[in-house]
T-cell receptor
Framework: DAGVIQSPRHEVTEMGQEVTLRCKPI?????LFWYRQTMMRGLELLIYFNNNVPIDDSGMPEDRFSAKMPNASFSTLKIQPSEPRDSAVYFC????????????FGPGTRLTVL | RKEVEQDPGPFNVPEGATVAFNCTYS??????FFWYRQDCRKEPKLLMS???SGNEDGRFTAQLNRASQYISLLIRDSKLSDSATYLC???????????FGGGTRLMVKP
């Protein structure tokens, strides 16, 4: 298995631009998670899906952030418009169960907003 | 108080040393506990689960203390390759998702 796949690996954009991050979870995993990691705040859960349905988006910072999962093998996290404070590493992870199973993380997308 | 709290370190230890990290959690109803490891500029990866009776995997030992609401990770005979950030992970409420601590950075020196 290729593991969780994320793209792009690096993204540099200017303030105000739209950014779309992509994730392909491990086949057969029912849960997909989007995290953001910064030095100041550590690893924060933004949103998670169960069987393609968003379950908890309380971690999404504000309306500029949106996430979708149109099918079991693809999810996107969109930021529109982007701001410099959105600069972080964004991880996607997937797992078989919610709390008892290993979460497998993708390599992350390093986002820089100038 | 943070819901899952760790000493950020860094812990600087010589090769061969034994080092231990603790992690406190806020909810006595928590059920699932893990230690993840994150290398610099890499993604977190599961190191080991933490069971009620304690468990060991080679040089690594994990313990759970429900009464005091903390878990611990003990690393014996530290190797240079153990240098990383160790993340404590807990589910804070029954049925809820996992919460990651801020991590403890370990640096093993020659």
């Amino acid at each position: 298995d290729a593991g969780v796949i994320q793209s792009p690996r690096h993204e540099v954009t200017e303030m105000g631009q739209e950014v779309t991050l992509r994730c392909k979870p491990i086949s057969g995993h029912d849960y997909l998670f989007w995290y953001r990691q910064t030095m100041m705040r550590g690893l924060e859960l933004l949103i998670y899906f169960n069987n393609n349905v968003p379950i908890d988006d309380s971690g999404m910072p504000e309306d500029r952030f949106s996430a979708k999962m149109p099918n079991a093998s693809f999810s996107t996290l969109k930021i529109q418009p982007s701001e410099p404070r959105d600069s972080a590493v964004y991880f996607c992870a997937s797992s078989v169960t919610l709390i008892t199973d290993t979460q497998y993380f993708g390599p992350g997308t390093r986002l820089t907003v100038l | 108080r943070k819901e899952v709290e760790q000493d950020p370190g860094p812990f600087n230890v010589p090769e061969g040393a034994t080092v231990a990290f603790n992690c406190t959690y806020s909810n006595s109803a928590s059920q699932s506990f893990f230690w993840y490891r994150q290398d610099c500029r890499k993604e977190p990866k599961l190191l080991m689960s933490v069971y009620s009776s304690g468990n060991e995997d080679g040089r690594f030992t994990a313990q759970l203390n429900r009464a005091s609401q903390y878990i611990s990770l003990l690393i014996r005979d530290s190797k240079l390759s153990d240098s990383a950030t160790y993340l404590c992970v807990v589910n804070l409420n029954a049925g809820n998702m996992l919460t990651f601590g801020g991590g403890t950075r370990l640096m093993v020196k020659p």
